[in-house]
């Protein structure tokens, strides 16, 4: 168990330190990828919370730092204001495609370290673990 601990850290070290110069999170990142899979279309922020990685309490404080880049735009539903959409921008589709490539680069070099059969094994083992 702690060799998951400690892997996920240094995972999250590395990740943190390639979306820095990009002013991002992992949250923040992770928001911008769900957003990409929803192809355009807008999704409700309770949409969004429930695909997150890392499911933040603060997800709506991440958003408003986006919309504040310019990297995602809101809208409240006409029938219940409560409801609030949130789309990516043409601006955090550019940004997401600078970042997969670096993403890419940095996944390649890890990746390499282990075989398909080993990658594979570690995955059923951790599907096993979380039951």
């Known amino acids: 168990m702690l060799n998951i601990l400690f892997t996920s850290n240094w995972l999250r070290t590395h990740h943190t330190a390639l979306l820095a110069p990009y002013g991002l999170s992992m949250q923040q990142?992770?928001?911008?990828?769900?957003?990409?899979?929803?192809?355009?279309?807008?999704?409700?922020?309770?949409?969004?919370?429930?695909?997150m990685i890392d499911r933040a309490p603060n997800a709506t404080r991440l958003t408003d730092k986006l919309l504040t880049k310019g990297l995602v735009e809101r809208?409240?539903?006409?029938?219940?204001?409560?409801?609030?959409?949130?789309?990516?921008t043409p601006k955090g589709m550019d940004m997401l495609l600078v970042l997969d490539k670096q993403m890419k680069t940095h996944w390649d070099s890890i990746h390499g370290r282990l075989s398909?059969?080993?990658?594979?094994?570690?995955?059923?083992?951790?599907?096993?673990?979380?039951?």
């Open 29 to 51: 990142y992770n928001i911008l990828r769900i957003l990409r899979g929803a192809k355009g279309e807008k999704m409700n922020m309770h949409s969004v919370k429930e695909r």
């Open 75 to 88: 809208e409240r539903c006409e029938n219940d204001r409560r409801v609030v959409y949130i789309r990516i």
């Open 116 to 131: 398909e059969k080993d990658a594979r094994t570690m995955n059923t083992s951790l599907d096993a673990l979380r039951g």
